[in-house]
């Protein structure tokens, strides 16, 4: 794999991107909706095991991508990808597009939950509100991190609008399987938490987050 870097994109400059980032739909008045306007936005090194994946899969072949990018990216530019700090604009083997890569994006995300008492707990019976951070962005490259038992940079998202919160609730990471495709029932693709989940989906697409979703021809503006 040969990778060419065209843009580094420093940290400040993708917060302020993703403050830009719409939900998929539209409100009442056709108006996009921006959930991180407002949110604090950071940069954090973590360890897998303090962030929840919202996926019940992982593709084969996202994962050996995410291995092979890694690889070239620390042998022809001395950058791992496991430790951003900033974004990248990147063409690999020149197939003609340039797409972004960042940091993960972990965001912590409202959770009304019931705990379960364990054997000599004692059992409340009752609802508390909770923050969980979960993978909204990379889980493959987390997923390198976690066989590797790297630790990873993310971009750690804390007070998104709390009337939109992440699409779906997270999953513990013993229940992802590694697939060839993504399952065609969506209940074997993630626990959605609500029947139009998209409406709830963030765009990160406009920031050129993630290939092939963000490509874009050379040169395009």
């Not at 919202?54 to 994962?63: H, P, Q, S």
Request: proline share 6%; hydrophobic share 35%; aromatic share 8%.
């Amino acid at each position: 794999m040969n990778v060419k870097i065209h843009n580094k994109i420093p940290f400040e400059d993708l917060v302020e991107r993703i403050r830009k980032v719409p939900l998929q739909v539209k409100d009442d008045e056709g108006s996009q909706i921006f959930v991180y306007r407002d949110a604090d936005i950071s940069l954090r090194e973590l360890r897998v095991n303090e962030v929840n994946p919202t996926t019940f899969y992982l593709i084969r072949k996202g994962l050996q991508f995410q291995r092979d990018l890694r690889e070239a990216l620390l042998k022809q530019h001395k950058i791992d990808s496991l430790h951003l700090d900033c974004g990248l604009e990147i063409e690999v083997d020149e197939c003609e597009k340039i797409w972004t890569l960042t940091p993960p994006i972990i965001e912590v995300t409202p959770r009304t939950v019931i705990y379960h008492p364990r054997e000599g707990e004692i059992d409340h019976k009752e609802k508390a509100q909770i923050q969980v951070p979960i993978i909204n962005d990379g889980a493959h490259r987390i997923g390198i991190a976690k066989e590797s038992s790297s630790t990873f940079n993310a971009i750690y998202i804390v007070g998104a609008d709390p009337e939109f919160p992440f699409y779906a609730h997270p999953n513990e990471w013993s229940r992802i399987k590694i697939v060839d495709e993504a399952p065609s029932d969506k209940r074997d693709r993630k626990f959605y938490s609500r029947e139009n989940c998209y409406a709830l989906y963030r765009d990160f697409g406009v920031i050129g987050c993630g290939a092939p979703r963000g490509s874009r021809d050379i040169g395009e503006k």
